[in-house]
């Protein structure tokens, strides 16, 4: 998908959707952490930033949207990271620090 291409690396934004996971897990990301893809082994940069939502019916569990920083190729349809694709909507799951969550990526800038 980038091959032939001219573009160069550049730093993008990814933010990631989890919509079920427990509290004290996502009060447990702080910025700094490093990402990974869990499947691909494929480092996702640093998480810049995170905001947890709570279920209301205080289950212990919530929603969390996750803000990281990553170096890679803008490509024709989406991101590529160590020549991995990466596309708005796709789920995966991701590390951090020493938990994994299932997300998916709601934006790239």
């Not at 212990?60 to 949207?65: D, H, P, Q, Y």
Request: with cysteine; hydrophobic share 35%.
């Amino acid at each position: 998908m980038t091959w032939g291409s001219k573009n160069k690396e550049a730093q993008f934004n990814i933010t990631y959707i989890c919509e079920d996971a427990p509290l004290d897990l996502l009060y447990g990301i702080k910025t700094g952490d490093k990402c990974a893809d869990s499947d691909k082994g494929v480092e996702l940069g640093t998480v810049s930033g995170c905001s947890v939502s709570p279920n209301p019916d205080n289950n212990g569990k919530g929603k969390v949207e996750i803000f990281t920083t990553v170096i890679g190729i803008r490509a024709e349809h989406g991101l590529s990271i160590n020549n991995n694709m990466y596309l708005k909507g796709k789920s995966i799951p991701l590390i951090i620090g020493d938990s994994v969550f299932n997300v998916y990526i709601s934006d790239i800038k």
